[in-house]
T-cell receptor, first 114, second 111 residues
Framework: GVTQSPTHLIKTRGQQVTLRCSSQSGHNTVSWYQQALGQGPQFIFQYYREEENGRGNFPPRFSGLQFPNDSSELNVNALELDDSALYLC???????????????FGPGTRLTVL | AQRVTQPEKLLSVFKGAPVELKCNYSYSGSPELFWYVQYSRQRLQLLLRHISRESIKGFTADLNKGETSFHLKKPFAQEEDSAMYYCALSPLSGSARQLTFGSGTQLTVLP
């Protein structure tokens, strides 16, 4: 399945953070979501074959990387208090379309910004 | 812009009673609608999707394009159905089929 590290993280305002995700075997599309307390997940961006494939309404200080081994990273610079949230990654197979398309979620990384 | 609205944050029903979780959406194109569920201490997982027209764990959901709704229903709720439920939509086609989620409904089934 999809794994994420670390499980929890505490940072201070202005710092930078890197979150990691390992996609499910055979998947080459990864999406990142931010879930604030009491809200549904909000799409940050998606990577397909190491290229950014779509982006939600997040500033450029949110950036990502996808590696050939289907692991990926979410980087956030100049952390703000409002960045405190659960960060979810989800992987999906390239060939998934229509009936078979599905995103498989990881357990998330809880980021707290003080 | 696409939007998903779940009007009830909390919903409690008794075991054996019918349950309906409401979901309304706005989207300019052709969407695909999903229900995701998160049981206690578990990860978010797909429950069902409108395109497959399946019944999963006794739950069904019908896409009503006229009312732009995708309500989740089950005729007889069970205690194990207690969980957080999220309605979501994605574009039906295209390269970046990101999900737009509602804010979720916490369902509690009472004994």
């Amino acid at each position: 399945g999809v794994t994420q590290s670390p499980t929890h993280l505490i940072k201070t305002r202005g710092q930078q953070v890197t979150l990691r995700c390992s996609s499910q075997s055979g998947h080459n599309t990864v999406s990142w979501y931010q879930q604030a307390l009491g809200q549904g997940p909000q799409f940050i961006f998606q990577y397909y074959r190491e290229e950014e494939n779509g982006r939600g309404n997040f500033p450029p200080r949110f950036s990502g990387l996808q590696f050939p081994n289907d692991s990926s990273e979410l980087n956030v610079n100049a952390l703000e208090l409002d960045d405190s949230a659960l960060y979810l990654c989800a992987s999906s197979p390239e060939e998934g379309r229509g009936l078979s398309y599905e995103q498989f979620f990881g357990p998330g990384t809880r980021l707290t910004v003080l | 812009a696409q939007r998903v609205t779940q009007p009830e944050k909390l919903l409690s029903v008794f075991k054996g009673a019918p349950v309906e979780l409401k979901c309304n959406y706005s989207y300019s194109g052709s969407p695909e609608l999903f229900w995701y569920v998160q049981y206690s201490r578990q990860r978010l997982q797909l429950l069902l999707r409108h395109i497959s027209r399946e019944s999963i764990k006794g739950f069904t959901a019908d896409l009503n394009k006229g009312e732009t709704s995708f309500h989740l229903k089950k005729p007889f709720a069970q205690e194990e159905d207690s969980a957080m439920y999220y309605c979501a939509l994605s574009p039906l086609s295209g390269s970046a089929r990101q999900l737009t989620f509602g804010s979720g409904t916490q369902l509690t089934v009472l004994p």
